[in-house]
């Protein structure tokens, strides 16, 4: 080993020391996870940020020996946390879900790592915080052999404090850009938005924010329909820079299987077909195409379409 070499091995040891101890300070009295391990604890937190995960993606995703994770989720599974069902892609694997309580379990962990998290940064004058952010990317690039083009790390999570004001912006600016609607359209998206905030069952609806590198980049809403035991596919938005990395079909996969756990026997969405890349994500997904009128809303010509998706086998 040369000395330049040997220079760098000593830095990274010496950073490595002095990292594990920031870490360590962040779960000073070893609240942070309890009453769960740091294992149990980064499985609570990837399915909690997945919306179809099987034990065969947790097992590679944490590389985790089969049979400690087998009874990892043995034990979630008795304490009401987790719900294995068989795959419907494929009959041999096992689907892994959170209930309603593993949901919680994993909320209360994110919100106390936010937390601590805030505590270390309030220690950083905020005009090195942006450099801090940059040199963690700077190590990850490099450390991930110097791959500029890496896909960026997506996650689905709950709307968070401004989330919501964020889609309606985002729907406005967005489709004035790509299709030249007009505020008629962020007016509607704005009502959907105030219709969720001000008055929704968290058990029968839901919002996903999907999330890049640490900022959104997509978004949909399942909310409940007029017609009974029926739900609604609404908002759907993916970032122009973010499209192509499955995001869409990841909302859209979410907002199935939560709809179809929520009891829902089908799910229906209103769209336009100008939008090309989502009719083909709905298609993909199942849904049926079952109406199609012209109309003239948001300042343009255009042909609104009714699709539909039944959530339960042998539903016509």
């Not at 830095?11 to 594990?20: G, Q, V």
């Not at 990892?72 to 959170?98: H, I, K, M, N, Y």
């Not at 985002?170 to 007016?187: D, Q, V």
């Not at 704005?190 to 590198?213: K, T």
Request: proline share 4%; charged share 25%; aromatic share 8%.
């Amino acid at each position: 080993m040369n000395v330049q070499t040997t220079r760098a091995v000593q830095d990274i040891r010496s950073f490595n020391r002095f990292y594990t101890g920031v870490i360590g300070a962040l779960d000073y009295g070893r609240r942070l996870y309890a009453p769960y391990t740091l294992t149990e604890a980064r499985v609570l937190w990837e399915l909690a940020h997945s919306s179809h995960t099987d034990a065969a993606d947790l097992r590679a995703g944490l590389s985790l020996d089969s049979g400690y994770l087998s009874r990892l989720l043995t034990g979630f599974e008795q304490d009401g946390l987790v719900e294995r069902t068989p795959s419907a892609r494929d009959s041999r694997r096992l689907q892994v879900a959170l209930t309603a309580r593993g949901r919680e379990a994993a909320g209360l962990l994110s919100e106390r790592s936010d937390e601590a998290v805030g505590a270390l940064l309030s220690r950083v004058p905020a005009a090195d915080r942006p450099r801090l952010t940059e040199a963690m990317g700077t190590i990850r690039t490099i450390l991930s052999d110097g791959r500029p083009t890496r896909s960026p790390d997506v996650v689905l999570r709950e709307p968070g404090p401004g989330d919501l004001g964020w889609i309606v912006q985002r729907n406005g600016e967005l489709y004035a850009a790509e299709y030249g609607w007009n505020a008629e359209y962020e007016g509607l998206v704005a009502r959907i938005v105030a219709d969720f905030a001000g008055n929704h069952d968290p058990r029968l609806e839901r919002v996903w924010i999907a999330e890049a590198d640490g900022r959104p980049a997509g978004s949909v809403m399942c909310v409940r329909d007029e017609a009974p035991d029926t739900a609604r596919l609404r908002l759907l938005l993916v970032e122009p820079d973010a499209r192509g990395l499955g995001i869409g079909d990841r909302l859209v996969r979410a907002c199935v299987d939560f709809a179809r756990a929520a009891g829902y026997r089908e799910l229906v969405l209103w769209t336009n077909d100008c939008l090309t890349a989502a009719r083909r994500l709905y298609r993909r997904h199942g849904f049926v195409l079952v109406a199609e009128e012209p109309h003239h809303s948001f300042g343009a010509d255009l042909v609104g379409q009714d699709w539909r998706l039944a959530l339960h086998s042998g539903q016509e």
